[in-house]
C-alpha cells in the first residue's frame, strides 16, 4: 500500500509563529532567575535570539545594533517585578499563607507582562519580514529604527487584555512557577535554586502549545495588530522606502 503524506490542517500554526511564541514564553519565565541582574541579562539574551532566528529564516544578517533595536530596549522591571524582589527578601515573615498567595499573584504578572510584550512584538517583527519592511540593505540603516517605533506605536493602541488574559491562565498552571514560589517560601534558606534544563525546557514547550492553541483562536486580534503597526510604519516612510515584496517563507 502506498504511503501517504499528510499535509498540515489550513489553520494549523506556522513554524515560525511557533518559535514566536516559544522564544516569549521563555522571555516569560526569566523572572524566576534569583541573581540580579542576571534575569535582566537572561531576558535581553533571548530577545535577541528571537529577533536572530527570524533574521536568518530569511537568510538575513544584521549589525549588532540593528538586532538590539529590533529586540526592544526592556525597562527595568516593572512594579510587580519590584515588589516581587522585595516578598523574597522578607519571605521568612510569619504570615507566609497570606505572603505565599500575594507573592505567586505577583509573580504571574510578571512573567505575563514580559511574554505578552515579546510575543506582541515578535509577532510584529515577523509580520514586518513577511511585508519586506527589513531586508539586508535596510537593515543597515534607520529602518530598524523605524519598525521597532511602529511596533511599539501599534502595541500601544491595543487592548492587551485578552491576550494576558490567556496567559495568565497559562502561568498559572506552570509547574516551574509553583514549584519555585513553594520553594522560595517552605524553604527560603536553601538558596537560588539551580536550574534542571531537560525539566525546563519541557516546561517551555508545554507553555507554548498551551499558548498556541489559545491564541491561535483570536487571530482577528493580531489582524487588528497588524494594520495598526501598517498605519504606523507607513507614516514614517517617504515614497522611496515603500516596501518591496519579501521572497522566501
Request: charged share 25%; hydrophobic share 40%.
Amino acid at each position: 500500500m502506498a504511503e501517504t503524506t499528510h499535509a498540515p490542517p489550513p489553520n494549523a500554526v506556522p513554524p515560525s509563529l511557533a518559535r514566536v511564541a516559544f522564544h516569549a514564553v521563555a522571555a516569560g519565565l526569566t523572572p524566576l532567575i534569583p541573581v540580579p541582574f542576571l534575569d535582566d541579562y537572561a531576558l535581553r539574551q533571548v530577545r535577541e535570539q528571537s529577533v536572530h532566528d527570524q533574521l536568518k529564516e530569511r537568510c538575513l544578517k544584521a549589525p549588532d545594533k540593528a538586532v538590539a533595536v529590533l529586540a526592544g530596549s526592556y525597562d527595568a522591571r516593572s512594579l510587580g517585578g519590584q515588589l516581587v524582589s522585595y516578598l523574597k527578601a522578607v519571605a521568612l515573615f510569619p504570615v507566609r499563607k497570606v505572603f505565599r498567595k500575594v507573592f505567586f499573584v505577583l509573580w504571574v504578572k510578571d512573567c505575563v507582562d514580559l511574554t505578552s510584550a515579546c510575543l506582541h512584538h515578535g509577532y510584529l517583527l515577523h509580520h514586518a519580514l513577511e511585508r519586506g519592511d527589513l531586508d539586508a540593505d535596510s537593515l543597515q540603516g534607520d529602518a530598524p529604527n523605524k519598525v521597532q517605533a511602529a511596533i511599539i506605536a501599534a502595541c500601544s493602541e491595543m487592548d492587551a487584555r485578552p491576550v494576558n488574559q490567556a496567559l495568565r491562565r497559562i502561568f498559572r498552571s506552570s509547574r516551574v512557577l509553583l514549584a519555585e514560589a513553594t520553594r522560595v517560601f517552605l524553604d527560603p534558606k536553601r538558596g537560588p535554586r539551580v536550574p534542571d534544563p531537560k525539566t525546563e525546557n519541557a516546561e517551555v514547550r508545554s507553555l507554548t502549545d498551551q499558548l498556541l492553541q489559545e491564541l491561535w483562536e483570536e487571530r482577528g486580534y493580531f489582524t487588528a495588530l497588524e494594520a495598526h503597526y501598517d498605519k504606523h510604519l507607513k507614516r514614517d516612510r517617504t515614497p522611496e522606502e515603500e516596501p518591496r515584496a519579501a521572497t522566501g517563507t
